[in-house]
């Protein structure tokens, strides 16, 4: 059975950063591509970034919306997938989810790709 479960979510101003985590088991961790996706009130759930596994040697993919400020990381040690987030904004508010599939590079970013999914992190980040 695949879980995924998220950390690090709270309430932020503006400008801040945090970390958000997603732990999952060794089986996972190894065998399925791990994405960051978010959904905020009254929208639709949207990519975020990943890093590639399973053959993807490695490469980070990220929405135009989060370049330059968050980064896609995993931990082997621990089996988990961060997110780093610098520079919030406003706009960053949404719960975050952490999911995991075997995506197509062309599908790697959309959700349809991804079979399991987190129970997602609260993130709000305040003017």
């Known amino acids: 059975q695949v879980q995924l479960v998220e950390s690090g979510g709270g309430l932020v101003q503006a400008g801040e950063s945090l970390i958000l985590s997603c732990s999952t088991s060794t089986n996972t961790f190894n065998e399925y591509n791990l994405a960051w996706f978010r959904q905020a009130p009254g929208k639709e759930r949207e990519f975020v970034g990943t890093?590639?596994?399973?053959?993807?040697?490695?490469?980070?993919y990220y929405a135009d919306s989060v370049k330059g400020r968050f980064t896609v990381s995993r931990d082997r040690t621990k089996n988990t997938l961060n997110l780093q987030m610098n520079s919030l904004r406003v706009e960053d508010t949404a719960v975050y989810y952490c999911?995991?599939?075997?995506?197509?590079?062309?599908?790697?970013?959309?959700?349809?790709?991804?079979?399991?999914w987190g129970q997602g992190t609260q993130v709000t980040v305040s003017s």
């Open positions: 890093i590639r596994s399973r053959g993807g040697g490695g490469r980070s």
């Open positions: 999911a995991a599939g075997v995506p197509i590079l062309s599908a790697i970013e959309s959700s349809r790709a991804y079979r399991y």
